[in-house]
């Protein structure tokens, strides 16, 4: 096999190899940043599971903005983030001196600053203008503004209002901004019932789910065979498939395959190869299953496992009646599963689970890899 390293990347907000399957957001948003302002995709809210994607789709937001020519700011919902943001703003401005803007990259992520504070009343008329004042130069420059704001399931909501509110202004103005956020589907529907609304609610939603088995078999026969990779005949579809196009577990599994073949010199038999994909299994239980389910409640937990009995969707009936709950609690803790991203509507009256290996998990008593 060729020397190459070991190129997936089983770790959150990494990345991929090959993004999969998601070209078409991406070209509507980039297609927004050629107009820059007033249209779709400037806008944008990315939901979806643990593991599905997010953050990877804000970095790559962040890299065509900035191939553009915008200025980005990138921040994550802990608190402060708006004080943050606004400091990032004030920092691009003064990078961009007094002379004309030059048309160069810029970058900043404030993450780690540690300012705690919210913003004060005169602090964030100060941000308005500032950034008013900021958009106005970048616009002129023929660019503009992208602020990614990523976990905002987490999010204050009164800051989150505060930026939105900000964010409103300018986008009322016609200045070339852009807000893309990214969160647990949790985000969506309790912040879009809160004030943040009229102008959250305009935004695109964009729901990530799992991608097309067959893109991850057509995937990995590209990856492995450009390293000189060889499996067992039939091979690549069964671990594909083992992947439910799950994102995480694609990369988990990519990456287990390409240490064994490492180990094999370039050749994997059929033992070392389900060795790997075993691996990348167990793996994905430790990292993802455990966690996500980590803060679910013994109600919660009660429904999840009355679904493991099913080998696929489960009836929502069905399980009202194996955890002895009326319909109306039982629909009550799917709803609380659904924003929690565990579980996802499957059909009429059906459901499933969101991540894969949560079933099995379930079945096997819960215990942790
Ligand atoms: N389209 C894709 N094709 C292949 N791999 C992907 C794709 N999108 C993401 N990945 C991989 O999936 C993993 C999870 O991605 P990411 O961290 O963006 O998920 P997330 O939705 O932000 O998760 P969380 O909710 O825990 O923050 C990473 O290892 C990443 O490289
Ligand atoms: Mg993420």
């Known amino acids: 096999?060729?020397?190459?390293?070991?190129?997936?990347?089983?770790?959150?907000?990494?990345?991929?190899?090959e993004l999969i399957d998601r070209n078409d957001t991406l070209e509507e948003f980039e297609y927004g940043l050629r107009i820059r302002s007033g249209v779709l995709g400037l806008l944008s809210i990315i939901t979806g599971a643990r593991g599905v994607g997010k953050t990877v789709m804000l970095n790559e937001a962040q890299g065509l903005a900035q191939e553009q020519?915008?200025?980005?700011?990138?921040?994550?919902?802990?608190?402060?983030?708006?004080?943050?943001?606004?400091?990032?703003?004030?920092l691009i401005d003064e990078e961009l001196g007094d002379g004309p803007p030059p048309r160069k990259i810029l970058a900043f992520s404030a993450a780690g600053f540690g300012v705690t504070t919210q913003l004060p009343r005169e602090r964030q008329v100060e941000f308005r203008n500032l950034g008013a004042k900021l958009l106005h130069r970048l616009d002129e420059n023929g660019t503009g503004l992208l602020i990614t704001l990523d976990e905002i399931q987490d999010a204050d909501r009164s800051e989150l209002l505060q930026l939105a509110a900000v964010i409103q202004h300018w986008v009322r103005d016609g200045l070339p901004i852009s807000f893309v956020c990214a969160g647990l589907p949790a985000a969506i529907s309790d912040i879009l019932n809160e004030g943040v609304a009229t102008f959250l609610r305009r935004a695109d939603k964009i729901d990530l789910h799992s991608v097309e088995v067959r893109d991850v078999r057509d995937s990995y026969a590209r990856q492995f065979s450009a390293a000189g990779?060889?499996?067992?005949?039939?091979?690549?579809?069964?671990?594909?498939?083992?992947?439910?196009?799950?994102?995480?577990?694609?990369?988990?599994?990519?990456?287990?395959?390409?240490?064994?073949?490492e180990r094999g010199g370039g050749a994997v038999d059929r033992e070392s190869a389900d060795k790997a994909v075993a691996a990348a299994l167990k793996r994905n239980i430790r990292m993802v299953v455990g966690p996500a389910i980590s803060k679910a409640s013994d109600r919660d937990m009660d429904y999840l496992r009355a679904m493991s009995r099913d080998n696929g969707p489960s009836s929502t009936a069905a399980v009202a009646q194996r955890m002895k709950a009326s319909l109306q609690l039982a629909a009550n803790y799917r709803a609380r599963l659904i924003e929690a991203g565990l579980i996802e509507p499957?059909?009429?009256?059906?459901?499933?689970?969101?991540?894969?290996?949560?079933?099995?998990?379930?079945?096997?008593g819960e215990r942790l890899g």
């Not at 089983?10 to 190899?17: Q, W, Y």
């Not at 499957?346 to 099995?360: N, T």
């Open 1 to 17: 096999m060729s020397g190459l390293q070991n190129p997936f990347r089983p770790t959150f907000g990494r990345t991929p190899p």
């Open 69 to 90: 020519g915008w200025a980005v700011i990138s921040e994550t919902s802990t608190a402060g983030f708006l004080a943050r943001i606004a400091d990032s703003a004030l």
């Open 229 to 261: 990779i060889r499996f067992p005949d039939g091979f690549l579809e069964e671990a594909a498939e083992a992947s439910f196009g799950y994102p995480f577990l694609i990369q988990l599994i990519g990456y287990f395959l390409w240490k064994e073949a």
């Open 346 to 364: 499957a059909g009429r009256g059906e459901v499933r689970y969101s991540i894969p290996g949560l079933r099995e998990h379930l079945r096997n």
